[in-house]
């Protein structure tokens, strides 16, 4: 089954201690994203990934890092959460099927990690 | 950046009638316009998505208009149903890379 795997899905965490959250998608997608949702705000794209070793800055990265190293995952990394990061947490990956000014494709999302920052 | 706004942020509609929620962006960039939506504990899923060089584009009960000069594009749900109620949100994307979302919109289809 296509799909993009999150975990953990729940976590509850203290100010300062280093947490990943993983993404997985078996899909050989190119592309990869993380979102936060927070009431009232939407989705906000931390970072995105165009590829193996390509990663770049999206609305909202302070205090986030990732990494690509394989096509599949994009784990995100926060290295000393604060109470601000609570929020839920998406990944995303899409294809890149078009090349240029149309490029542009669906995103599928993974099921969130919601994150508590005490 | 970009700039995204949504309205109406809550939208009730009987069973049957038709459903609108707009959108308007800032950056004429912008060129890739997809909307998503979200059921309760689940993540967003691609309802219908829009391109640039399109004007409107329509799949079964749902279209989406875009009109390039006035920067703004519109979701319609026609013959609308109780499974259509979830949040409904818009993006814009320039050539797929960076996404910017709206906040939002609450369906909610009154049997």
């Known amino acids: 089954e296509a799909q993009v795997t999150q975990n953990p899905r729940y976590l509850i965490t203290v100010t300062g201690k280093k947490l990943t959250v993983t993404c997985s998608q078996n899909m050989n997608h190119e592309y990869m994203s993380w979102y936060r949702q927070d009431p009232g705000l939407g989705l906000r794209q931390i970072y995105y990934s165009m590829n193996v070793e390509v990663t770049d800055k999206g609305d909202v990265p302070e205090g986030y890092k990732v990494s690509r190293k394989e096509k599949r995952n994009f784990p995100l990394i926060l290295e000393s959460p604060s109470p601000n990061q609570t929020s839920l947490y998406f990944c995303a990956s899409s294809s890149i099927s078009l090349a240029g000014a149309l490029r542009g494709d669906t995103q599928y999302f993974g099921p969130g990690t919601r994150l508590t920052v005490l | 950046g970009e700039n995204v706004e949504q309205h109406p942020s809550t939208l009730s509609v009987q069973e049957g009638d038709s459903a609108v929620i707009k959108c308007t962006y800032s950056d004429s960039a912008s060129n890739y316009f997809p909307w998503y939506k979200q059921e309760l504990g689940k993540g967003p899923q691609l309802i219908i998505d829009?391109?640039?060089?399109?004007g409107e584009k329509k799949d079964q009960r749902i279209a989406v208009t875009l009109n390039k000069t006035a920067k703004h594009f519109s979701l319609h749900i026609t013959e609308t149903q109780p499974e259509d109620s979830a949040v409904y949100f818009c993006?814009?994307?320039?050539?797929?890379?960076?996404?910017?979302f709206g906040t939002g919109t609450s369906l909610t289809v009154i049997p």
């Open positions: 829009i391109r640039s060089n399109v």
């Open positions: 993006a814009a994307s320039v050539a797929g890379n960076q996404f910017y």
